[in-house]
Nanobody
Framework: VQLQASGGGLVQAGGSLRLSCAAS????????MGWFRQAPGKERELVVA????????YYADSVKGRFTISRENVKNTVYLQMNSLKPEDTAVYYC?????????????????WGQGTQVTVSS
């Protein structure tokens, strides 16, 4: 499975961006999907996640009410809508796929990673 992330960019504080992560290859299995981010000098953190059937979601406290994750399994694509962006959201964002919900949330066994996409929020 290959994951292709897109949609990053430079935006002013309070603005919005939408990231996309398109999966290709052996996508018959609907993996649990997540978006991680890593800012310079900081550890990677899970920001949002959505289960394969879209019946479960996870949001880090820092993004609740501002970010929304969704997926279109027909298109093998996961989206991250980011609103009310803050300078502290600046990071490289990575999409990831995992067979197990627990492993995705605990970042202990992620099966596939997309390339990162830079999100920069200016103050």
């Amino acid at each position: 499975v290959q994951l292709q992330a897109s949609g990053g960019g430079l935006v002013q504080a309070g603005g919005s961006l939408r990231l996309s992560c398109a999966a290709s290859g052996r996508t018959s299995m609907h993996y649990h999907m997540g978006w991680f981010r890593q800012a310079p000098g900081k550890e990677r953190e899970l920001v949002v996640a959505i289960s394969g059937g879209a019946d479960r979601t996870y949001y880090a406290d820092s993004v609740k009410g501002r970010f929304t994750i969704s997926r279109e399994n027909v298109k093998n694509t996961v989206y991250l809508q980011m609103n009310s962006l803050k300078p502290e959201d600046t990071a490289v964002y990575y999409c990831a796929a995992a067979r197990t919900w627990y492993h995705l949330l605990s970042d202990t066994q992620t099966d596939y990673w997309g390339q990162g996409t830079q999100v920069t929020v200016s103050s």
